[in-house]
T-cell receptor, first 114, second 115 residues
Framework: DTAVSQTPKYLVTQMGNDKSIKCEQN?????MYWYKQDSKKFLKIMFS???????INETVPNRFSPKSPDKAHLNLHINSLELGDSAVYFC?????????????FGPGTRLLVL | AQSVTQLDSQVPVFEEAPVELRCNYS??????LFWYVQYPNQGLQLLLK??????LVKGINGFEAEFNKSQTSFHLRKPSVHISDTAEYFC?????????????FGKGTKLSVKP
């Protein structure tokens, strides 16, 4: 059983389109995250959700919106895609939203904007 | 604010040789320290973490790391590497007592193990 899963694995789309990436965790965790990994492999946190409440929102354009229908899911919706959005997006989860908690990562979604 | 510096972007090494991947951090508060590994086309998984106590931390796959507060370092070591250790390794920190689970990552070190 996959602990943290993401769909789709690959996403190729045109500039200006709107797309969503889905994430599900079956670990019973309370907190989920979205990270962006750029072409140089640099990872930066975008959002986290704890019990369906947004608790981190780094300096991410408001074209990006996380949506959490329940504790096991955190989807990422992106409006008006731009070339610079091309990256690998990772979902992660942790038991609690504490700094010492291990985060469990999904396999990533590779987004290419043309 | 915290930051993490991984001094080597790439480390090539022969199989069965020892390896050290260097990580230094900067923070005005105490931190927790992590090493994550990313195998090709996969997500990250935890190798080990330092929370408190003994400064030598043992992780999975024979890796260990030593926390050095005075040098603000958390270097990762393995005495004998295998081909299967070829991957990207990320050092990360989070603030002690922080309630947001915010991990700050270094830029990664690509370990290439050659036969």
């Amino acid at each position: 059983d996959t602990a943290v899963s993401q769909t789709p694995k690959y996403l190729v789309t045109q500039m200006g389109n709107d797309k969503s990436i889905k994430c599900e965790q079956n670990l019973g965790h309370d907190t989920m995250y979205w990270y962006k990994q750029d072409s140089k492999k640099f990872l930066k946190i975008m959002f986290s959700y704890n019990n369906k409440e947004l608790i981190i929102n780094e300096t991410v354009p408001n074209r990006f919106s996380p949506k959490s229908p329940d504790k096991a899911h955190l989807n990422l919706h992106i409006n008006s895609l731009e070339l610079g959005d091309s990256a690998v997006y990772f979902c992660a989860s942790s038991h609690w939203v504490q700094a010492q908690e291990t985060q469990y990562f999904g396999p990533g979604t590779r987004l290419l904007v043309l | 604010a915290q930051s993490v510096t991984q001094l080597d972007s790439q480390v090539p090494v022969f199989e069965e040789a020892p390896v050290e991947l260097r990580c230094n951090y900067s923070s005005s508060v105490s931190v927790y320290l992590f090493w994550y590994v990313q195998y090709p086309n996969q997500g990250l998984q935890l190798l080990l973490k330092y929370l408190s106590g003994s400064t030598l931390v043992k992780g999975i796959n024979g890796f260990e790391a030593e926390f050095n507060k005075s040098q603000t370092s958390f270097h990762l070591r393995k005495p004998s590497v295998h081909i299967s250790d070829t991957a990207e390794y990320f050092c990360a920190v989070s603030s002690y007592g922080g309630s947001q689970g915010n991990l700050i990552f270094g830029k990664g070190t690509k370990l290439s193990v050659k036969p």
